[in-house]
């Protein structure tokens, strides 16, 4: 059991703003970008960042573990740092300011807290399981809305077959909704939280680039497909998460979350 999450609440948020003041910095000088994968990029701002975020959580909890999207996984136990240094690198690295740095703490099966900041817009939203979400300490609700209004964000990778992909898109504009794709998992998840958009959808994705917006979205009384199922923690998985009115078209029209998908929960 984890005895001290007021203490690591306080901790998250504060490294959360610290690490994206830090992207911040890099964002606005020249610096080094590689490309790791098809279109998945890296930047000598990502591993820095990471390392400041581990090296600040260390030095208050020595003896918790940490999964990083850089650094991968480190150390054991039931207390769990998952870390996406910059959230939408490749617009990071082409100077668009839409990034984050996003933060999720897991105690033991339990996703407990949560913290994403985005420097370049001033918001800094985080959430608790059971307290609700936050952003900027504005309390988070979603939206529902008539499915021919609503706006879905359905993320892409090279991770997932382009072929899929389109046929998402069409399934999701067959339901008279329109979509989006703004190149960041972790702050397309937030804006759920927030209201601003109705759903995300992604056929592949990291816990890292979903786990603190996930229970941003829940505590926001939306709902999401049970990402964790299938080990999703260490090999990822598919993500549906939207607003409660819009489940059972999403769920049509994606496939993400269905019955036989197995602890598949309302998150409310
Ligand atoms: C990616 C972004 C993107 C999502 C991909 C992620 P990165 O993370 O979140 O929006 O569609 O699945 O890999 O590379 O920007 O850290
Ligand atoms: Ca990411």
Redesign the pocket.
């Known amino acids: 059991m984890i005895r001290d999450l007021d203490s690591r609440e306080e901790a998250i948020v504060a490294v959360a703003r610290e690490a994206g003041e830090l992207a911040r910095e890099f964002f606005s000088k020249p610096i080094e970008i590689k490309l790791k994968g098809k279109q998945?990029?890296i930047t000598e701002a990502d591993g820095q960042v990471e390392r400041m975020i581990i090296s600040r959580l260390k030095a208050r909890f020595p003896n918790d573990a940490f999964l990083g999207?850089e650094g991968g996984a480190e150390g054991a136990g039931d207390a769990l740092w998952v870390i996406?240094p910059?959230?939408?690198?490749?617009n990071f690295a082409h100077g668009i300011p839409h990034f984050c740095v996003s933060i999720a703490f897991m105690a033991g099966t339990e996703l407990a807290l949560g913290a994403i900041a985005a420097p370049m817009y001033g918001e800094l939203y985080r959430a608790r399981a059971g307290r609700g979400a936050f952003l900027n300490d504005r309390p988070m609700r979603v939206t529902d809305a008539d499915i021919k209004q609503a706006v879905v964000e359905l993320?892409?990778?090279s991770?997932r077959p382009v072929r899929a992909y389109t046929a998402l898109i069409e399934r999701v504009l067959g339901t008279g909704a329109t979509f989006l794709r703004a190149?960041?998992?972790?702050l397309?998840l937030a804006y759920v939280a927030a209201g601003r958009t109705h759903g995300y959808c992604?056929m592949?994705?990291?816990s890292w680039?979903t786990l603190a917006g996930l229970l941003m979205v829940r505590e926001a009384g939306g709902w999401s497909n049970d990402f964790l199922a299938s080990d999703g923690l260490r090999r990822g998985n598919a993500v549906l998460a939207c607003a409660p009115g819009l489940k059972d078209a999403l769920v049509t029209a994606t496939g993400v979350g269905q019955a036989n998908e197995k602890l598949e929960r309302r998150i409310s």
């Open positions: 998945d990029y999207e996406d910059i959230d939408g690198t490749a993320g892409w990778s991770r190149g960041s998992g972790a397309g992604e592949h994705i990291n680039d």
